[in-house]
């Protein structure tokens, strides 16, 4: 496989290509911890473009990783289709009941969507980051996947009906794809990410087939617009490359099928004090593209601690040189 010049810029460009760059891309998930430097409640400083990109870019000038995550919420498209958010939690937890005909919610506009909950004030954040950071860091934006966001619509089971082949919820993935997944990811492009990341809860066999051919219509549309789309799962039943080749990130735990094929993988690693020996075959494959956090750095974080945690991952790139 042909190397890239190692800017994030660059990485993302050549991930793209479906070429490994010359390092992995370096990028925690650390976003609602940054509501900690301007010691304001999180569901106000989230609905504040302007302090969350200064407190964002502040984060990224001090750790010098090679991407931001201008906004990783899984709640954000929940919230804006009509659900209330508890925020004593964090993150937050859906509290409304899901209506009786989900399927009427769907039924709205890209336009209308663009303006509802805080979708405006995530793709702000989006814009006013590649206006001050230009093409130094890569923008994330992270999202939950088809099924997982149907979970917090109409239950935990949303899966398992999936699975039965259930006909209303099967209408209503497709739907979810359609109506609401492809159309905010398109607004996300276009206000300048270089990555949508969709982390996804684990697929079934029985709805695979159809699962992989609903995103390819995602995966699609973000090539389109000359975004790198991440998928992270965690499970080893995925094959290495998926139609419509997302770069697929995935806990060490469940690495199998990697080193069995010579496609470019990410690595979502936990928040450990050392890193695990374990991890050196896969950091040493040559395909390992991406080095990230199995979960956002979660808001509870003491600032004091991000540093150590950034820097035992930072020993992993390293490692992978």
């Known amino acids: 496989m042909t190397r890239a010049h190692a800017t994030p810029h660059s990485m993302v460009k050549a991930l793209i290509r479906r070429q490994v760059p010359s390092r992995p891309l370096f990028i925690p998930l650390v976003f609602t911890l940054a509501a900690k430097l301007e010691d304001i409640p999180l569901p106000t400083f989230l609905t504040n473009p302007t302090k969350l990109a200064n407190a964002l870019t502040a984060f990224h000038r001090h750790l010098h990783t090679d991407g931001v995550a201008c906004y990783f919420d899984f709640t954000l498209r ?7 958010l508890d925020w004593r939690t964090t993150p937050p937890a859906i509290i409304a009941p899901p209506p009786k005909d989900v399927s009427n919610l769907l039924q709205i506009s890209p336009q209308k969507l663009e303006q509802r909950g805080r979708i405006p004030a995530a793709l702000e954040v989006v814009r006013r980051l590649r206006a001050t950071l230009r093409d130094e860091p890569a923008l994330l934006v992270g999202l939950a996947g088809p099924i997982r966001l149907g979970q917090q619509l109409v239950g935990p089971d949303f899966a398992d ?8 919820a099967e209408s209503l993935f497709y739907d979810l794809i359609d109506s609401v997944t492809v159309p905010l990811v398109q607004a996300f492009c276009r206000a300048g990410a270089d990555i949508i990341f969709l982390s996804e809860v684990p697929v079934s066999p029985n709805v695979f087939d159809s699962w992989q051919t609903s995103l390819e219509t995602v995966w699609n ?3 389109f617009h000359e975004v790198l789309p991440v998928l992270s799962v965690n499970e080893t039943e995925l094959p290495a490359v998926l139609d419509g080749a997302p770069l697929i990130c995935r806990p060490p735990e469940a690495l199998a099928i990697p080193l069995l094929s010579n496609h470019p993988f990410g690595l979502a690693l936990p928040k450990v004090e ?5 991890l050196e075959q896969w950091l040493t494959s040559g395909r390992c593209a991406m080095i990230t956090t ?7 974080t003491e600032i004091q601690d ?16």
């Open 274 to 278: 050392a890193l695990p020996a374990s």
């Open 161 to 168: 009906r999936l699975a039965a082949h259930d006909d209303l």
């Open 221 to 223: 549309v973000i090539h």
């Open 306 to 321: 991000l540093e150590r945690i950034v820097n035992t991952m930072r020993s992993a790139v390293k490692i992978a040189l």
């Open 78 to 84: 929940a919230e804006a289709l009509g659900y209330q």
């Open 294 to 300: 199995q979960d956002e750095i979660s808001y509870q």
